[in-house]
Each structure stands twice: as C-alpha cells, then as structure tokens.
C-alpha cells in the first residue's frame, strides 16, 4: 500500500517544496542576520544543517518535475519545468561552490516559477488516465 502516490500528486508536492525553497531563501538571510543566531553558530553564519535544507528542497523537486514533466499533456510544461529546475539547481549549486558570482536574490525567480508552473500544470494540463499522458 502505496502512503503517497506521486504520480498524481508530483504536482502539489512541487509546488509546495518550490514554496518552501522560497521561504527558506528568503528567510536565511533574515535569519542570520540576528547575533544570537550567529553566536550560537560559532560565527560561521549558518548551520550545517540549513545549508543542507537547500539539497533537500532540490532532491525533492527533482522527483516531483520528473513526474510532472512525463504526465503533462502539454510539452512546452514540460520543457519549461526542466529549464527552470535546472537553472534553480545550476544558481544553488553554484551558491555551494561559488563558482561565479550571482546576486543573491537570482534564486527568487527559477523558484517562484517553479512553483507557478506546478500550479499551472495541475489545474490545465493533467491526462486522466495513463495513455494520454505522453509527452506531445
């Protein structure tokens, strides 16, 4: 007995783990900037485990665009969740490892439109059945 099926619910499960990438983007900053926060840190200005709450969100969206993007009756969603996923996973990776510098606020965008996509994709473009939901 499946808990949750994923196939018909990738599209909530990624809107709201979008939605939560975002609080957590937004927060972080907020956050940190408090001293207390930064004393019990050690002055490092983040936890370990924050910092990994990012990968999580990603690894969660990752499952949940691949589920959206192979049920979707309309290819363009498809395409635009992959490119949005990616450049979201390209600008926190980058983040990880600063590669090049980005401003800061460059994540808002991939992650707010993942989660319209999301939205989008559940209300306009889901198959009823199994056949239908090739990509086109």
């Given at each position: 007995m499946k808990i949750i099926n994923i196939s018909s619910r990738s599209d909530l499960i990624g809107a709201l783990a979008s939605s939560f990438c975002l609080i957590h983007c937004v927060a972080t900053p907020l956050l940190f900037t408090f001293p207390i926060v930064n004393s019990a840190n050690n002055n490092h200005g983040h936890n370990l485990w924050w910092g990994i709450l990012d990968l999580v969100f990603l690894g969660?969206?990752?499952?949940?665009?691949?589920?959206?993007?192979?049920?979707t009756t309309k290819s363009w969603v498809g395409y635009a969740l992959w490119g949005t996923w990616g450049s979201l996973a390209l600008i926190i990776l980058n983040e990880k490892i600063s590669l090049i510098p980005i401003w800061e606020e460059a994540i808002y965008l991939p992650a707010i439109a993942l989660v319209f996509l999301h939205i989008y994709n559940r209300k306009y473009c889901r198959c009823g059945n199994e056949k239908c939901c090739a990509v086109k």
């Open positions: 969660i969206s990752l499952l949940a665009v691949n589920k959206s993007a192979t049920h």
